[in-house]
């Protein structure tokens, strides 16, 4: 019997734990010590089971070798049945097991869905929290956007991204992306995401990508899609990319264009879509809501659906990075918002079946409310940052006043541990908000230092109204609808 782990799944392990994630099922797990020793012994390349389990009883001296082989065994199957890895007697019967993405299928997975693990043994805690608090302690980077190029050909009305950074863009020349790519894998990352400007205006996109796959990174590319060749999607097929996200506007080809200031920009993203669902390579809209097209948002939804993929939205808006609020003239006004989260509430599918049935944020906080205040309020800083073409490394795309450094001047590594910039935001837990703590709809609101500090004019702990009265407004239709639901049943 041989075993590999799956071609879409990804592993690191550290001193502390071992990772697994599925880009396919979208699945992940963590492991403790044991976990982790039996993972690190599976790797891409077949290997004998028999010889694994040889080489295990070298660090179980007290066990004896008929217990290992039943715990390992046992191990093994549970990550087969999650599709984590795969099992046979010859190199082509894993070959024929191990699955692709497809659109064949009923509902096809392109985001996590569920950070609670799915195993044989009941997990109390789910991998979300467990990387928040893990990484307090010794911060260790798994995630990083990569705008590799500052260019764009389109000039979208409510971007975070000033237009100048745009009109006298560059590119990041080849050599220092594997450069830095190489660092990144080094200190054990494991997701990039590829992003601009535009990402298809990088001439070298695709061997970037190659490149991520040598060095066993998961990939992601958010793209406005205009750009893109027939041959790009060959290449994109060829290196398995997790996920390609775009925006899409409105099914009205008019508003899309009236928003990206593009004429022809929806005939070419919509079906640059069409042909990577053909391809069977995963993608996703994104579909901001503004004033433009606050009444398309059950269209997209409904085109979506259509093509089996998800559709996503935000309401809220950023304000440009260089905290200019201008942009913020496109926002939904709350009674422009109100209609909108009905329209989610009613057609939103994924919605109904996620958001609803999600554990409510007091339910930990009453549970253990000092483990809970000391949690950061996200990843950034923690595990997760973004390097743009010029080299500047901020702490989230958007987040481009708040500058950790330069890759140019120092490396990745000594700017992940050294910053000062960085030290200051890992000091920020869910303690810095304590008015949000207490807050009646603090499980309907998501606070985000990025888009404080972008509004505020600079102070990522000031949040301005407009957030806190989506927030509330949000509750409000939550409860009406989950009332209707109720009353639904009862009189059924």
Known sequence: MITRQSKNSFIRCTEHYGYIINQLT???????????????????????????????????????????KSDFLEFLLDLEKAQFVVIGNSKEELD?????????????????????QETREKVPDNTQNFFLEEVQGRPLISALQFELSSRCNERCIHCYIPNEKKNSGIDMPLNKVKSILDEFADMGGIHVTLSGGEAFLHKDL??????????DLKISILSNLISLKDEDIIGLKTVNVSLIQTSLYSMDEEIHDKITKVKGSWTKTKNAIEKLVAADIPVQISCPLMKA??????????????????????YIMMAESNLDTSNLSNRLSLEETEQVIRDILEFDLDYHELTLIQKPKTEELSFDKERFLKQPVCGVGYDNCCITANGDVYPCAGWQSFILGNVYKQSLKEIWEKSEKIKELRKITQASFPKCVSCEAFNYC???????????????????????????????????????????????
């Open 26 to 68: 979208r699945q992940d797990r963590v492991y403790n010590e044991v976990g982790s020793m039996f993972l690190r012994h599976i790797s891409r390349n077949p290997q004998n089971v028999d010889s694994i389990i040889y080489d295990l009883l070298a660090q179980f001296d007290d066990v004896s070798e008929e217990q290992l």
């Open 96 to 116: 024929q097991k191990d699955q692709s993405f497809t659109y064949a299928i009923e509902r096809p997975n392109t985001l996590i869905e569920n950070f609670y």
């Open 206 to 215: 695709l061997d970037i990508c190659r490149y991520c796959r040598e060095k």
């Open 293 to 314: 097209n606050k009444d398309g948002y059950r269209a997209v939804l409904e085109y979506a659906r259509s093509l089996k993929i998800k559709a996503q939205t935000d």
């Open 446 to 492: 998501n606070r985000c230092l990025v888009r404080n500090f972008n509004e505020s004019n600079g102070d990522m702990f000031n949040i301005p109204q407009h957030f806190c009265d989506v927030a509330f407004l949000n509750m409000r239709l939550v409860k009406e609808y989950e009332e209707n639901l109720k009353d639904k049943v009862y009189t059924s």
